[in-house]
């Protein structure tokens, strides 16, 4: 090998690191302007956040008494209460817990551990996702014709478990979509350990794979449950009543729930009606965080479980 000019030997790296130390500076200006927008994101929706709960918190917290949580509606907003909307919230999601869970939490775990890579399951798959973009107001016309008018015999019609299925059907796609985002988090060496050792597939889902995966699954499911609580296009779609004045007294009973509620008392043009609905609405956020405090709580005890 020979060097025409030795002095020119090796001139082109400090080039090359220089230029290199110039893209790395300006990663790094980049990523500090990235992080800026995103810290500057984030206290504007906490802002936000923060105006519209204190105003809620201002008109609504001189409103709340017992007589308010014990009151049924009334067209004098003095005397109004939200007993029965507050009655039927807990019927409605009581039904949405109970048939969404276990069939979302079913079909992500037999989509994932048993159904094989065909077309078929590839379409439904394909489907859940779509499923899960899906407007509320569809899952409001399709409960009407199904649950209401195809089922009455077995709903009751306008019914708190027309409702229900209805909005169990709405989150049915989040649980499972993340139903089987929690199982793909536990890894492979478990299931081939737990096959090495004898067991059957069901046998390794059951005692291995669902024990790590339910605080994944919990997490989806609060989720779906934060969302039925508070969508009201469907329940109003299938018929649910604006002003009632008793108690369910079954699944097949009429109802109302907090967000219809709380619709109603804010298209009023009275002031005193708009501080009922605030009420209301801090009635809705603490049911939604005992809701979910609870599912939290369920999650970690599961977690340290596994652990």
């Given at each position: 090998?020979?060097?025409?000019?030795?002095?020119?030997?090796?001139?082109?790296?400090?080039?090359?690191?220089?230029?290199?130390?110039?893209?790395?500076?300006?990663r790094?200006?980049?990523?500090?302007?990235?992080?800026?927008?995103?810290?500057?994101?984030?206290?504007?929706?906490l802002?936000?956040?923060?105006?519209?709960?204190?105003?809620?918190?201002a008109?609504?917290?001189?409103?709340?008494?017992?007589?308010?949580?014990?009151?049924?509606?009334?067209?004098k907003?003095?005397?109004?209460g939200?007993?029965?909307?507050?009655?039927g919230?807990?019927?409605?999601?009581?039904?949405?817990?109970?048939?969404?869970?276990?069939?979302?939490?079913?079909?992500?775990?037999?989509?994932?551990?048993?159904?094989?890579?065909?077309?078929?399951?590839?379409?439904?798959?394909?489907?859940?996702?779509?499923?899960?973009?899906?407007?509320?107001?569809?899952?409001?016309?399709?409960?009407?014709?199904?649950?209401?008018?195809?089922?009455?015999?077995?709903?009751?019609?306008?019914?708190?478990?027309?409702?229900?299925?209805?909005?169990?059907?709405?989150?049915?796609?989040?649980?499972?979509?993340?139903?089987?985002?929690?199982?793909?988090a536990?890894?492979?060496?478990?299931?081939?350990?737990g096959?090495?050792?004898?067991a059957?597939r069901?046998?390794?889902?059951?005692?291995?794979?669902?024990?790590?995966?339910?605080?994944?699954?919990?997490?989806?499911?609060?989720l779906?449950?934060?969302?039925?609580?508070?969508?009201?296009?469907?329940?109003?779609?299938?018929?649910?009543?604006?002003?009632?004045?008793?108690?369910?007294?079954?699944?097949?009973?009429?109802?109302?729930?907090?967000?219809?509620?709380?619709?109603?008392?804010?298209?009023?043009?009275?002031?005193?009606?708009?501080?009922?609905?605030?009420?209301?609405?801090?009635?809705?956020?603490v049911?939604?965080?005992?809701?979910?405090?609870?599912?939290?709580?369920?999650?970690?005890?599961?977690?340290?479980?596994?652990?």
């Open positions: 090998m020979t060097i025409d000019n030795p002095q020119n030997f090796g001139s082109d790296r400090p080039s090359e690191a220089s230029n290199f130390n110039i893209n790395l500076a300006g790094y200006k980049l990523d500090r302007i990235f992080e800026s927008l995103t810290w500057i994101a984030v206290a504007i929706a802002l936000v956040l923060a105006t519209l709960i204190i105003d809620v918190l008109d609504g917290l001189p409103r709340l008494s017992w007589d308010f949580l014990n009151n049924f509606p009334s067209r907003p003095e005397q109004a939200l007993k029965s909307a507050l009655f919230t807990i019927w409605v999601m009581s039904v949405v817990a109970a048939v969404s869970f276990p069939l979302g939490v079913g079909a992500g775990i037999f989509l994932e551990e048993f159904a094989g890579d065909n077309w078929l399951t590839r379409i439904i798959e394909i489907n859940i996702n779509n499923l899960a973009g899906v407007p509320s107001i569809i899952y409001g016309l399709l409960g009407l014709q199904v649950f209401v008018r195809y089922m009455e015999p077995l709903t009751g019609g306008r019914s708190i478990l027309s409702g229900g299925f209805t909005l169990a059907l709405l989150i049915l796609p989040i649980i499972i979509v993340s139903t089987r985002e929690a199982l793909r536990v890894p492979d060496s478990l299931r081939l350990a096959f090495a050792l004898g059957n069901w046998q390794v889902v059951r005692e291995h794979v669902f024990p790590l995966a339910i605080p994944g699954i919990l997490t989806g499911t609060i779906a449950l934060s969302r039925a609580i508070g969508d009201t296009a469907p329940l109003i779609t299938i018929g649910a009543l604006t002003f009632i004045s008793f108690l369910p007294e079954g699944l097949q009973s009429p109802f109302t729930v907090l967000p219809i509620q709380v619709f109603n008392w804010v298209s009023r043009p009275q002031r005193e009606f708009h501080d009922n609905a605030a009420a209301g609405i801090i009635v809705l956020m049911v939604l965080l005992l809701m979910n405090a609870t599912a939290v709580f369920l999650r970690n005890r599961f977690q340290k479980k596994a652990s």
